[in-house]
Structure formats: structure tokens, C-alpha cells
T-cell receptor, first 111, second 111 residues
Framework: DAGITQSPRYKITETGRQVTLMCHQTWSHSYMFWYRQDLGHGLRLIYYSAAADITDKGEVPDGYVVSRSKTENFPLTLESATRSQTSVYFC??????????FGPGTRLLVL | GESVGLHLPTLSVQEGDNSIINCAYSNSASDYFIWYKQESGKGPQFIIDIRSNMDKRQGQRVTVLLNKTVKHLSLQIAATQPGDSAVYFCAENRGYSTLTFGKGTMLLVSP
């Protein structure tokens, strides 16, 4: 049971480049989430999705785009990366009413 | 003892001691609470949850206490082990299938 996976685990990119972070879950959970984690801010919600083709903004959505064409995948795209988007990104999934289960994270460095 | 570190409050204990990690939440309408453990370089891991109609819930070596009057949540870890060293987050569900996370407390266990 793979659970929830993220790729890549580490990424270095340059300012202005487009970057896509991938998230895949095998539980058929309806809800999926993207968070960023920064020192001093804890976990902040970027976007979430209640089902395929349904997405909604979280606390810090600016500069990010998401899509959800399939239940199991929820990619996060930084259309034009900025240094302030250097962070650790976590994907999570849930049935919608209870616990969220997290992936291992992607460490992104924008130079 | 407990101290405020550069970024996170830190609780330092000796192996075998009982640990108590505290969390204040803000929304009296929150009806579901979760404690997560995050080890260095990993994603948050579910520990235990509690619903607002309960005051206490016990798991293996862990107990969560909920005081709705003062909007306070605590996590008690019995016989703390070095493997318990991690950052611990509380999270509250305000009823929209999304969670709001606290900033976390770092637990350091000395052998």
C-alpha cells in the first residue's frame, strides 16, 4: 500500500521558471490538499480539492495553480517561481471529515 | 523545562519522564482536533484525535485532553522515549473539511 507519494522529493530551480510538484494517493480519498511549511509560519494551506475537477483556494494561493483531472492525482504548479516560494511542500489527503494523511514532502529551492 | 526557541517553543525532558504538550485553539465552533508528530525531514504523522463531545481520549502511551471552556488541548506522552523527539502540532477542524494548524512544539528527549 503506497499511500500518498510526492515527486520530486527535492527540486532546485531558478526565478521565473515553471515548476510542477506531483502528488499521488492510492486510498481513493475524495479530498486532497497542498500546504507549504516555513519556519515561523507552520503549515499553511495553498489549495485543496473536494473531488476531481473541484478545487478551492486556501490561505496562500497566489502564484500557484492546481488541477485535479483524476481522483488520485493533485499536481501543484508554480507558474513563475519566485524566491519567496522556497519552502517545503506537503500534499495530504482525507475522506473529508476526519484526519488528513500527509506525504513525505518536496523541498523546493528557488534561486 | 519549557522555553521559547528561535522559531518554536521547545520542551526538553529526560527519557522515561511524562511529557505534556499544550495547544490553544481559537475557534469555539471547532468540533474535531488532531495531534500530529513530525520528525525531521518527514511529513506530519497522525497520532491521535478527539471530537468536541469528548474530554479525554487515550491511545498507546498518549492521551489527549480537551478543555472547551478555555479552548485548550493537551497531548500527554507517557514514559517518553528518544524516538518521541519531534515537532508536535495540534490541528482543529472548523467544519469545512480543512484543518487549521498550530505552529508546533519541539519535544527533545535526552537519554
Amino acid at each position: 500500500d503506497a499511500g500518498i507519494t510526492q515527486s520530486p522529493r527535492y527540486k532546485i530551480t531558478e526565478t521565473g521558471r515553471q515548476v510542477t510538484l506531483m502528488c499521488h494517493q492510492t486510498w481513493s480519498h475524495s479530498y486532497m490538499f497542498w500546504y507549504r511549511q516555513d519556519l515561523g509560519h507552520g503549515l499553511r494551506l495553498i489549495y485543496y480539492s473536494a473531488a476531481a475537477d473541484i478545487t478551492d483556494k486556501g490561505e496562500v494561493p497566489d502564484g500557484y495553480v492546481v488541477s485535479r483531472s483524476k481522483t488520485e492525482n493533485f499536481p501543484l504548479t508554480l507558474e513563475s517561481a519566485t524566491r519567496s516560494q522556497t519552502s517545503v511542500y506537503f500534499c495530504a489527503s482525507s475522506t473529508g471529515e476526519e484526519t488528513q494523511y500527509f506525504g513525505p514532502g518536496t523541498r523546493l529551492l528557488v534561486l | 523545562g519549557e522555553s521559547v526557541g528561535l522559531h518554536l517553543p521547545t520542551l526538553s525532558v529526560q527519557e522515561g519522564d511524562n511529557s505534556i504538550i499544550n495547544c490553544a485553539y481559537s475557534n469555539s465552533a471547532s468540533d474535531y482536533f488532531i495531534w500530529y508528530k513530525q520528525e525531521s525531514g518527514k511529513g506530519p504523522q497522525f497520532i491521535i484525535d478527539i471530537r468536541s463531545n469528548m474530554d479525554k481520549r487515550q491511545g498507546q502511551r498518549v492521551t489527549v485532553l480537551l478543555n472547551k471552556t478555555v479552548k485548550h488541548l493537551s497531548l500527554q506522552i507517557a514514559a517518553t522515549q528518544p524516538g518521541d523527539s519531534a515537532v508536535y502540532f495540534c490541528a482543529e477542524n472548523r467544519g469545512y473539511s480543512t484543518l487549521t494548524f498550530g505552529k508546533g512544539t519541539m519535544l527533545l528527549v535526552s537519554p
